[in-house]
Protein backbone atom coordinates (compact mmCIF):
# COMPACT_ATOMS: atom_id res chain seq x y z
CA UNK A 1 0.00 0.00 0.00
CA UNK A 2 1.35 3.75 -0.88
CA UNK A 3 1.78 6.38 1.73
CA UNK A 4 0.35 9.75 0.65
CA UNK A 5 2.20 12.77 2.31
CA UNK A 6 1.69 15.79 1.96
CA UNK A 7 4.25 18.08 -0.22
CA UNK A 8 5.47 19.89 2.26
CA UNK A 9 5.26 18.72 5.12
CA UNK A 10 7.83 20.46 8.08
CA UNK A 11 10.61 18.43 7.71
CA UNK A 12 12.98 20.70 9.18
CA UNK A 13 10.80 21.26 12.48
CA UNK A 14 10.58 17.50 13.07
CA UNK A 15 14.20 16.81 12.38
CA UNK A 16 15.61 19.52 14.80
CA UNK A 17 13.25 18.42 17.33
CA UNK A 18 14.16 14.49 16.55
CA UNK A 19 17.75 16.12 16.74
CA UNK A 20 17.41 18.45 20.45
CA UNK A 21 15.18 15.22 21.76
CA UNK A 22 18.09 12.99 21.22
CA UNK A 23 20.76 15.31 21.71
CA UNK A 24 22.71 14.80 18.29
CA UNK A 25 24.02 17.72 17.01
CA UNK A 26 24.87 20.99 19.57
CA UNK A 27 23.09 23.78 18.62
CA UNK A 28 24.95 25.48 15.17
CA UNK A 29 27.50 22.99 15.61
CA UNK A 30 29.76 21.43 12.27
CA UNK A 31 28.15 18.37 11.14
CA UNK A 32 29.85 15.93 8.33
CA UNK A 33 27.07 14.12 5.86
CA UNK A 34 28.11 10.85 4.72
CA UNK A 35 26.20 11.13 1.51
CA UNK A 36 25.69 8.28 -1.08
CA UNK A 37 24.00 10.88 -3.42
CA UNK A 38 20.51 9.13 -2.94
CA UNK A 39 17.05 10.77 -1.93
CA UNK A 40 17.60 10.29 2.15
CA UNK A 41 21.86 11.73 2.77
CA UNK A 42 20.64 15.09 -0.16
CA UNK A 43 17.27 15.35 1.97
CA UNK A 44 19.77 15.13 4.83
CA UNK A 45 22.32 17.53 4.33
CA UNK A 46 19.79 19.87 2.83
CA UNK A 47 17.74 20.48 6.28
CA UNK A 48 20.67 20.31 8.08
CA UNK A 49 21.92 23.64 6.48
CA UNK A 50 18.37 25.03 6.20
CA UNK A 51 18.48 25.05 9.90
CA UNK A 52 21.97 26.69 10.50
CA UNK A 53 24.48 24.16 11.50
CA UNK A 54 27.64 23.94 9.47
CA UNK A 55 27.58 20.92 7.33
CA UNK A 56 29.99 19.55 4.96
CA UNK A 57 30.07 16.34 3.39
CA UNK A 58 32.11 12.87 2.47
CA UNK A 59 31.16 10.37 0.08
CA UNK A 60 32.75 7.26 0.21
CA UNK A 61 33.54 5.82 -3.44
CA UNK A 62 33.07 1.81 -3.30
CA UNK A 63 34.06 2.09 -6.66
CA UNK A 64 31.86 -1.38 -7.18
CA UNK A 65 29.46 -0.17 -9.97
CA UNK A 66 31.56 1.01 -12.60
CA UNK A 67 30.41 3.74 -14.15
CA UNK A 68 27.83 4.11 -11.79
CA UNK A 69 30.02 4.66 -9.02
CA UNK A 70 31.67 7.43 -10.73
CA UNK A 71 28.78 9.20 -11.94
CA UNK A 72 27.69 8.98 -7.94
CA UNK A 73 30.91 10.41 -6.89
CA UNK A 74 30.41 13.33 -9.03
CA UNK A 75 26.99 14.16 -8.14
CA UNK A 76 28.14 14.24 -4.43
CA UNK A 77 31.06 16.43 -5.33
CA UNK A 78 29.53 18.51 -7.71
CA UNK A 79 25.40 18.78 -6.07
CA UNK A 80 26.71 18.73 -1.91
CA UNK A 81 30.07 19.58 -2.68
CA UNK A 82 31.38 16.42 -1.03
CA UNK A 83 34.78 15.35 -0.23
CA UNK A 84 35.01 12.20 -1.70
CA UNK A 85 37.57 9.25 -0.98
CA UNK A 86 38.44 5.53 -1.55
CA UNK A 87 36.23 2.84 -0.33
CA UNK A 88 37.80 0.44 -2.12
CA UNK A 89 38.36 -3.47 -0.79
CA UNK A 90 35.29 -4.45 0.80
CA UNK A 91 32.84 -7.47 -0.63
CA UNK A 92 30.62 -7.49 2.18
CA UNK A 93 28.00 -5.32 3.02
CA UNK A 94 29.13 -5.52 6.73
CA UNK A 95 32.74 -4.97 5.43
CA UNK A 96 31.70 -2.02 3.19
CA UNK A 97 29.81 -0.57 5.95
CA UNK A 98 32.82 -0.45 8.56
CA UNK A 99 34.95 1.01 5.92
CA UNK A 100 32.36 4.13 5.34
CA UNK A 101 32.61 4.36 9.10
CA UNK A 102 36.28 4.45 9.38
CA UNK A 103 36.51 8.04 7.68
CA UNK A 104 36.22 11.61 9.25
CA UNK A 105 36.34 9.78 12.54
CA UNK A 106 37.74 12.76 14.13
CA UNK A 107 34.35 14.56 13.35
CA UNK A 108 30.69 14.39 14.42
CA UNK A 109 29.50 12.27 11.27
CA UNK A 110 25.40 11.96 10.15
CA UNK A 111 23.77 9.65 8.11
CA UNK A 112 20.70 9.74 6.22
CA UNK A 113 19.13 6.57 7.52
CA UNK A 114 15.14 6.92 8.32
CA UNK A 115 12.14 4.98 9.87
CA UNK A 116 12.11 2.91 6.35
CA UNK A 117 15.54 1.56 6.97
CA UNK A 118 14.81 1.45 11.11
CA UNK A 119 11.89 -1.35 10.15
CA UNK A 120 13.99 -3.32 7.01
CA UNK A 121 16.35 -3.90 9.77
CA UNK A 122 14.70 -4.99 12.67
CA UNK A 123 12.98 -7.11 10.43
CA UNK A 124 16.08 -8.80 9.13
CA UNK A 125 17.63 -8.93 13.09
CA UNK A 126 14.53 -10.36 13.83
CA UNK A 127 14.43 -13.04 11.84
CA UNK A 128 18.48 -13.68 11.82
CA UNK A 129 18.98 -13.43 15.32
CA UNK A 130 15.90 -13.21 17.24
CA UNK A 131 16.75 -9.53 18.27
CA UNK A 132 14.37 -6.78 18.06
CA UNK A 133 17.07 -4.42 18.01
CA UNK A 134 16.82 -1.23 16.17
CA UNK A 135 19.25 1.50 14.76
CA UNK A 136 19.87 4.28 17.32
CA UNK A 137 20.22 7.45 16.90
CA UNK A 138 23.87 7.89 17.96
CA UNK A 139 26.12 5.18 17.35
CA UNK A 140 28.58 4.21 20.12
CA UNK A 141 31.25 5.78 17.95
CA UNK A 142 29.05 8.90 17.77
CA UNK A 143 27.77 8.53 14.53
CA UNK A 144 24.06 9.84 14.34
CA UNK A 145 20.92 9.85 12.58
CA UNK A 146 18.79 13.18 12.44
CA UNK A 147 16.16 11.53 10.01
CA UNK A 148 15.32 8.38 12.17
CA UNK A 149 12.03 10.11 12.43
CA UNK A 150 10.90 10.58 8.73
CA UNK A 151 9.77 7.51 6.18
CA UNK A 152 12.06 7.26 3.29
CA UNK A 153 8.70 8.27 0.80
CA UNK A 154 8.95 11.75 2.53
CA UNK A 155 12.63 12.78 1.70
CA UNK A 156 11.80 11.68 -1.58
CA UNK A 157 8.71 14.16 -1.95
CA UNK A 158 11.56 16.47 0.11
CA UNK A 159 13.63 16.61 -2.44
CA UNK A 160 11.16 16.89 -5.16
CA UNK A 161 9.82 19.85 -3.84
CA UNK A 162 12.68 21.97 -3.05
CA UNK A 163 13.83 20.62 -6.55
CA UNK A 164 16.65 18.46 -5.33
CA UNK A 165 18.21 15.95 -7.74
CA UNK A 166 19.14 12.56 -6.23
CA UNK A 167 20.96 9.37 -7.35
CA UNK A 168 19.14 6.18 -7.31
CA UNK A 169 21.48 2.56 -6.54
CA UNK A 170 20.24 0.11 -8.69
CA UNK A 171 22.30 -2.03 -7.04
CA UNK A 172 20.04 -1.86 -3.85
CA UNK A 173 17.42 -4.32 -5.12
CA UNK A 174 20.04 -7.71 -5.21
CA UNK A 175 21.04 -6.75 -1.37
CA UNK A 176 19.34 -8.32 1.78
CA UNK A 177 17.76 -4.94 2.17
CA UNK A 178 16.40 -4.88 -1.13
CA UNK A 179 14.85 -8.37 -0.61
CA UNK A 180 12.97 -6.82 2.53
CA UNK A 181 12.03 -3.38 0.75
CA UNK A 182 11.02 -5.02 -2.49
CA UNK A 183 9.35 -8.04 -1.41
CA UNK A 184 8.96 -8.99 2.12
CA UNK A 185 7.44 -5.78 3.50
CA UNK A 186 4.61 -5.44 0.47
CA UNK A 187 2.97 -8.84 1.65
CA UNK A 188 3.31 -7.80 5.21
CA UNK A 189 1.29 -4.35 4.40
CA UNK A 190 -1.26 -6.88 2.74
CA UNK A 191 -1.44 -8.92 5.85
CA UNK A 192 -2.34 -5.01 8.43
CA UNK A 193 -1.82 -1.58 6.47
CA UNK A 194 0.21 -0.62 9.97
CA UNK A 195 2.44 -2.90 9.54
CA UNK A 196 5.45 -0.23 8.97
CA UNK A 197 4.53 1.29 12.01
CA UNK A 198 4.30 -1.42 14.33
CA UNK A 199 7.43 -2.42 13.40
CA UNK A 200 9.18 0.85 13.92
CA UNK A 201 7.40 0.51 17.76
CA UNK A 202 8.76 -2.56 18.27
CA UNK A 203 12.77 -1.00 17.29
CA UNK A 204 12.44 1.89 19.23
CA UNK A 205 10.69 -0.16 22.33
CA UNK A 206 7.55 2.86 21.65
CA UNK A 207 4.34 0.96 23.82
CA UNK A 208 1.76 -0.18 21.19
CA UNK A 209 -1.66 0.95 20.85
CA UNK A 210 -2.66 -2.03 22.61
CA UNK A 211 0.07 -1.57 25.02
CA UNK A 212 -2.02 1.89 25.81
CA UNK A 213 -5.39 -0.19 25.70
CA UNK A 214 -4.82 -2.53 28.43
CA UNK A 215 -2.69 -0.29 30.87
CA UNK A 216 -5.68 1.97 31.45
CA UNK A 217 -8.54 1.14 33.72
CA UNK A 218 -10.65 4.13 33.14
CA UNK A 219 -13.14 4.65 30.66
CA UNK A 220 -14.11 2.39 27.50
CA UNK A 221 -11.88 2.38 24.11
CA UNK A 222 -12.40 0.12 20.99
CA UNK A 223 -8.89 -0.91 18.94
CA UNK A 224 -9.12 -2.52 15.97
CA UNK A 225 -6.02 -5.00 15.46
CA UNK A 226 -6.67 -6.33 12.05
CA UNK A 227 -7.53 -9.67 10.60
CA UNK A 228 -10.93 -9.05 11.36
CA UNK A 229 -10.53 -8.34 15.43
CA UNK A 230 -11.09 -5.50 17.88
CA UNK A 231 -9.85 -5.76 21.13
CA UNK A 232 -12.20 -3.82 23.67
CA UNK A 233 -11.87 -2.65 27.22
CA UNK A 234 -14.65 -1.63 29.30
CA UNK A 235 -12.98 -0.05 32.50
CA UNK A 236 -11.38 -3.40 34.08
CA UNK A 237 -12.68 -5.67 31.23
CA UNK A 238 -10.65 -6.11 27.97
CA UNK A 239 -11.91 -9.07 25.49
CA UNK A 240 -11.47 -9.47 21.41
CA UNK A 241 -14.48 -8.88 19.43
CA UNK A 242 -14.19 -10.11 15.04
CA UNK A 243 -14.71 -6.62 13.73
CA UNK A 244 -17.52 -5.79 11.72
CA UNK A 245 -17.32 -7.44 8.38
CA UNK A 246 -19.61 -5.83 5.45
CA UNK A 247 -22.32 -8.51 4.16
CA UNK A 248 -21.44 -8.82 0.73
CA UNK A 249 -22.57 -11.86 -0.67
CA UNK A 250 -21.07 -14.39 1.80
CA UNK A 251 -19.34 -14.34 5.21
CA UNK A 252 -17.86 -16.83 6.90
CA UNK A 253 -17.92 -16.67 10.88
CA UNK A 254 -16.85 -19.35 12.84
CA UNK A 255 -18.76 -21.89 12.28
CA UNK A 256 -21.83 -20.08 10.64
CA UNK A 257 -21.91 -19.29 6.58
CA UNK A 258 -24.36 -16.44 6.23
CA UNK A 259 -25.63 -14.51 2.93
CA UNK A 260 -28.04 -11.78 2.51
CA UNK A 261 -30.16 -10.44 -0.14
CA UNK A 262 -30.28 -7.00 1.21
CA UNK A 263 -27.45 -4.31 1.03
CA UNK A 264 -25.84 -2.22 3.59
CA UNK A 265 -26.00 -5.34 6.27
CA UNK A 266 -23.30 -6.13 7.87
CA UNK A 267 -21.76 -9.34 10.44
CA UNK A 268 -20.51 -8.13 13.86
CA UNK A 269 -20.57 -9.84 17.62
CA UNK A 270 -22.75 -9.34 20.41
CA UNK A 271 -22.40 -5.68 22.18
CA UNK A 272 -24.01 -4.83 25.45
CA UNK A 273 -27.09 -3.05 24.84
CA UNK A 274 -27.69 -4.21 21.58
CA UNK A 275 -31.37 -4.80 20.92
CA UNK A 276 -34.00 -6.38 17.96
CA UNK A 277 -34.42 -3.91 14.76
CA UNK A 278 -37.67 -1.94 15.56
CA UNK A 279 -38.01 -3.48 18.68
CA UNK A 280 -36.85 -2.91 22.74
CA UNK A 281 -35.60 -6.38 23.07
CA UNK A 282 -32.08 -6.65 23.94
CA UNK A 283 -29.80 -9.47 22.62
CA UNK A 284 -29.20 -10.55 25.04
CA UNK A 285 -32.44 -11.76 26.62
CA UNK A 286 -32.59 -13.34 23.33
CA UNK A 287 -29.59 -15.28 24.40
CA UNK A 288 -30.55 -16.23 27.78
CA UNK A 289 -34.31 -17.74 26.27
CA UNK A 290 -32.18 -19.50 23.82
CA UNK A 291 -30.29 -21.17 26.44
CA UNK A 292 -27.20 -19.97 24.94
CA UNK A 293 -24.23 -20.73 27.09
CA UNK A 294 -22.96 -17.47 28.10
CA UNK A 295 -18.98 -18.30 27.15
CA UNK A 296 -20.47 -18.61 23.72
CA UNK A 297 -22.61 -15.08 23.30
CA UNK A 298 -19.72 -13.38 22.70
CA UNK A 299 -18.41 -14.63 19.42
CA UNK A 300 -21.95 -15.50 18.39
CA UNK A 301 -22.43 -13.74 14.96
CA UNK A 302 -25.35 -10.96 14.64
CA UNK A 303 -26.72 -9.01 11.19
CA UNK A 304 -26.64 -5.51 11.94
CA UNK A 305 -27.94 -2.50 10.08
CA UNK A 306 -26.71 0.48 11.53
CA UNK A 307 -26.79 -0.10 15.69
CA UNK A 308 -30.10 -2.53 15.07
CA UNK A 309 -29.53 -5.95 15.16
CA UNK A 310 -31.46 -7.52 12.27
CA UNK A 311 -31.38 -11.29 12.74
CA UNK A 312 -29.03 -13.33 15.20
CA UNK A 313 -28.65 -16.50 13.38
CA UNK A 314 -30.37 -19.97 14.35
CA UNK A 315 -32.41 -17.60 16.84
CA UNK A 316 -34.31 -14.61 15.21
CA UNK A 317 -34.30 -15.20 11.26
CA UNK A 318 -34.95 -12.23 8.60
CA UNK A 319 -36.60 -11.90 5.57
CA UNK A 320 -33.60 -12.20 2.98
CA UNK A 321 -30.79 -13.45 5.32
CA UNK A 322 -29.76 -17.36 5.32
CA UNK A 323 -26.95 -18.37 7.96
CA UNK A 324 -26.34 -22.10 8.24
CA UNK A 325 -24.18 -23.45 11.36
CA UNK A 326 -21.20 -25.98 9.53
CA UNK A 327 -19.56 -27.38 13.12
CA UNK A 328 -16.27 -28.98 12.20
Not at 6 to 20: A, D, K, L, S, W
Not at 178 to 193: A, F, N
Request: aromatic residues 6%.
Amino acid sequence: MARVYPVRVNIEERVERFVRRHDLIPAGGEVTCLVSGGADSTCLWHVLCSLGYRVSALHVDHGLRGEESDADARFCADELGAEVVDGGGGTTEKELRDIRYSFATGRLRATGHTASDQVETVLYRLVASGSTKGIKPKREDGVVRPLLDLWRAETEEYCRAHGLPFRTDTSNVDTKRGLIRSEILPRLRELHPGADENLRRLAEGEPSALDALLASSSGSKRLDLGSGLTAVREYGSVWLERTPVALDGEVRWGEWRITAEDEGLKVRGWRPGDHLEGRRKKIQDVFVDAKVPRSEREAWPLVVRGDEVVAVPGIVEAEGVTAVREPD
